[in-house]
Nanobody, 125 residues
Framework: VRLVESGGGLVQPGDSLRLSCAAS????????VGWFRQAPGKDREFVSG????????AYSDSVKGRFTISRDNAKNMAYLQMNSLKPEDTAVYYC???????????????????WGAGVLVTVSA
């Protein structure tokens, strides 16, 4: 499975943005999906994760209540809806996958099997 992110860009504080993660291959539904981000000068961090069948999700404290993760296995797509964006949300956002039925939690990046190349989100006035 190959992952490709899209939907990034430059927005103002308070705006919304939806990131998409397109997966190639017929086994996307076998993967749990996570979104991670890396801000300039910082380590990559977990943002959100969702189970293979969408029955469970997790968020970091910094985005809980503002971001929503979802997926559509029929379309081989995953999404991250980001609302009320703040300058501190500025980062490269990555989609990642972990094969198998796994418990959703704030996964470390080493837990993931596959990664997209990332998409830049800049929040600035």
């Amino acid at each position: 499975v190959r992952l490709v992110e899209s939907g990034g860009g430059l927005v103002q504080p308070g705006d919304s943005l939806r990131l998409s993660c397109a997966a190639s291959g017929r086994t996307f539904s076998s993967y749990a999906v996570g979104w991670f981000r890396q801000a300039p000068g910082k380590d990559r961090e977990f943002v959100s994760g969702i189970s293979w069948n969408s029955d469970d999700a997790a968020y970091s404290d910094s985005v809980k209540g503002r971001f929503t993760i979802s997926r559509d296995n029929a379309k081989n797509m995953a999404y991250l809806q980001m609302n009320s964006l703040k300058p501190e949300d500025t980062a490269v956002y990555y989609c990642a996958g972990r094969l198998g039925i796994v418990r959703v939690s704030r996964w470390p990046e080493t837990f993931m099997d596959i990664w997209g190349a990332g998409v830049l989100v800049t929040v600035s006035a």
